[in-house]
């Protein structure tokens, strides 16, 4: 690819990831606002119900003032799938997420949330030393798929990283995940996604949680049988713990469970647990080789 046209790709995908940006944190996902307005008509508390209602209302006046959802707008994080035939270099690429995230901070605007954890330092943009993230997944085709998170920090300060004995199974995971659930208590914002990662080094079964967490849509189902039907218990059991919206009491403690798994070491068996809270933003912009660009929540 020519320098021009290395610029002109440059343009689209930063031009495309402000507007991601905006979409994400104006706009909750449909699935995700679908099944706050499930949760309102059938829960049975009325604090509870009052809570879904002033997050339903909260919403509708982020869209009607084209303002963020919520005042904390997240760590950035960008989830890429590069396909081999694509043809921009990576640095082109990371560039314009770098600058794409300082023009959004400015434009949307954005707090700054990227801190300096030896100085205390903000530089103001939301950039810095491996600011905003980047993780990077190579496919096939000619295609380029980058996928906005703006992951706040109170779901985030509650994560929960723990090594089983590999023989407690998938049952020692269930303790797990319903002990970080109540230990959490109301810190995430509930109702919440709850992200699982089972397996792989440590380092794999946090990337495989919060990737679940954020990433998935709540109106699918794991393609995995055995995980399904986790996913179910799990929901069905959280909810029980009477957490609640804001952690005030009722059925509504989760929106949905996922989970994603790695093969472990025999002697390890790592689970971590990624909270996203009920303002689950995100956005997916669709680069073709060609230019064309397209953005889907």
Request: charged share 20%.
């Amino acid at each position: 690819m020519s320098n021009t046209q290395s610029s002109r790709m440059y343009s689209i995908i930063e031009e495309a990831v402000v507007h991601a940006l905006t979409r994400a944190n104006i706009h909750l996902p449909p699935d995700v606002k679908n099944a706050l307005k499930k949760a309102y008509k059938t829960e049975d508390s009325e604090v509870a119900r009052v809570q879904i209602e002033a997050i339903l209302r909260n919403l509708e006046l982020a869209e009607e003032l084209n303002r963020p959802i919520c005042q904390d707008t997240g760590l950035i994080v960008y989830y890429v799938r590069m396909g081999y035939d694509f043809g921009v270099r990576i640095d082109v690429i990371e560039r314009a997420l770098i600058n794409a995230t300082r023009r959004a901070t400015a434009e949307i605007p954005l707090r700054p949330n990227t801190v300096d954890p030896l100085t205390g330092e903000n530089p103001g943009d939301n950039t810095g030393r491996n600011s905003p993230i980047i993780h990077w997944e190579f496919m096939k085709g000619d295609s380029l798929e980058i996928v906005v998170v703006p992951k706040g920090g109170g779901s985030e300060y509650v994560t929960v990283l723990k090594m089983i004995p590999p023989g407690l199974g998938l049952g020692g995971v269930k303790r797990v995940v319903i002990d970080a659930v109540l230990e959490a208590g109301a810190k995430p914002c509930p109702p919440t996604i709850v992200g699982v990662g089972l397996g792989g080094g440590v380092d794999t079964a946090v990337y495989l949680a919060k990737k679940a967490a954020c990433i998935r849509r709540l109106d699918t189902m794991n393609p995995n049988p055995t995980l399904a039907r986790l996913e179910e218990e799990l929901y069905s059991e959280l909810n029980s713990l009477g957490i609640g919206p804001q952690g005030l009491g009722g059925r509504t403690t989760v929106l949905g469970v996922h989970i994603d798994y790695s093969h472990r070491h025999p002697a390890s068996y790592p689970v971590a647990v990624v909270f996203q809270c009920w303002a689950a933003r995100r956005a997916t912009v669709l680069v073709g080789r060609d230019g064309s660009s397209t953005i889907i929540q």
